[in-house]
């Protein structure tokens, strides 16, 4: 809009909108109807998904496993209010496998106590972030063009998830292994983001999963979450 000298008001006329609902676009990330957006990037002469990447419908994976639920294109196409109802409707367990993902804390605050609450209700949380002096974390930033961006962002993940250090039915480690697939599992469903060498998480496509057989993918990547957590190191208070 700054770029084309576009007002909230003249937007909104150019697009028959009313001015506080490019007012709440803007401000407040709210995602407009298919049609106005699509009318709205034709007029910025944007791509509507890169206004709004929310509006990418994930791909049916019917016919293709029956575990594989939905397939997006990038990280960034999926809220990350998904990722808290994932952790919300665990009743057994919870696991988390990145390097960083400090995303989940940064848009969604009450993260933390998302995961208490859960712990509370009998959750066993596992949480395995990258070891920030890793020599695989290390090039994995200078792979994705982070520098030592991606070493700093390990340190403010541990940061982030410190305060839950010692409570019942959570445990916190560091890994140094090669992160291949950044997991989010919650019972029998998962989230999985992989990675694609010279992009940012954020760019690469995330998977989804809800186990419906023995020695299916969920398991296949349930099982490489056990491997690298045995290769961790506690955090300890």
């Given at each position: 809009?700054?770029?084309g000298?576009?007002?909230?008001?003249?937007?909104?006329?150019?697009?028959?909108?009313?001015?506080?609902?490019?007012?709440?676009?803007v401000?407040?990330?709210?995602?407009?109807?298919?049609?106005?957006?699509?009318?709205?990037?034709?007029t910025?002469?944007?791509?509507?998904?890169?206004?709004?990447?929310?509006?990418?419908?994930?791909?049916?994976?019917?016919?293709?496993?029956?575990?594989?639920?939905?397939?997006?294109?990038?990280?960034?196409?999926?809220?990350?209010?998904?990722?808290?109802?994932?952790?919300?409707?665990?009743?057994?367990?919870i696991?988390?496998?990145?390097?960083?993902?400090?995303f989940?804390h940064?848009?969604?605050?009450?993260?933390?106590?998302?995961?208490?609450?859960?712990?509370?209700?009998?959750?066993?949380?596992?949480?395995?972030l990258?070891?920030?002096?890793?020599?695989?974390?290390q090039?994995?930033?200078?792979?994705?063009r982070?520098?030592?961006?991606?070493?700093?962002?390990?340190?403010?993940?541990?940061?982030?998830?410190?305060?839950?250090?010692g409570?019942p039915?959570?445990?916190?480690?560091?890994?140094?292994?090669?992160?291949?697939?950044?997991l989010?599992?919650?019972?029998?469903?998962?989230?999985?983001?992989?990675?694609?060498?010279?992009?940012?998480?954020?760019?690469?496509?995330?998977?989804?999963?809800?186990?419906?057989?023995?020695?299916?993918?969920?398991?296949?990547?349930?099982?490489?979450?056990?491997?690298?957590?045995?290769?961790?190191?506690?955090?300890?208070?």
């Amino acid at each position: 809009m700054a770029a084309g000298g576009w007002t909230h008001e003249s937007l909104a006329a150019k697009v028959q909108v009313d001015p506080k609902s490019v007012e709440r676009w803007v401000n407040l990330d709210r995602v407009p109807r298919r049609r106005t957006a699509l009318r709205t990037a034709e007029t910025l002469g944007e791509d509507v998904h890169a206004l709004w990447p929310a509006l990418r419908q994930p791909r049916n994976a019917r016919g293709v496993s029956p575990e594989l639920v939905a397939l997006y294109t990038q990280r960034a196409d999926l809220p990350v209010a998904a990722y808290a109802d994932l952790f919300r409707q665990a009743r057994q367990r919870i696991d988390v496998l990145v390097y960083a993902a400090v995303f989940l804390h940064e848009a969604y605050p009450r993260m933390n106590e998302l995961l208490a609450e859960r712990a509370a209700d009998g959750c066993t949380i596992r949480i395995a972030l990258g070891d920030a002096d890793s020599t695989n974390v290390q090039q994995r930033g200078r792979e994705e063009r982070f520098g030592h961006g991606i070493e700093s962002r390990c340190r403010l993940a541990l940061m982030h998830y410190r305060p839950l250090v010692g409570m019942p039915g959570i445990e916190l480690r560091t890994h140094s292994t090669t992160l291949y697939n950044s997991l989010y599992r919650a019972d029998d469903q998962m989230l999985v983001n992989g990675h694609v060498w010279g992009v940012n998480a954020y760019g690469a496509p995330v998977w989804q999963l809800r186990r419906s057989e023995d020695g299916g993918m969920f398991d296949t990547y349930a099982t490489s979450f056990d491997a690298v957590w045995n290769t961790g190191q506690q955090v300890k208070e």
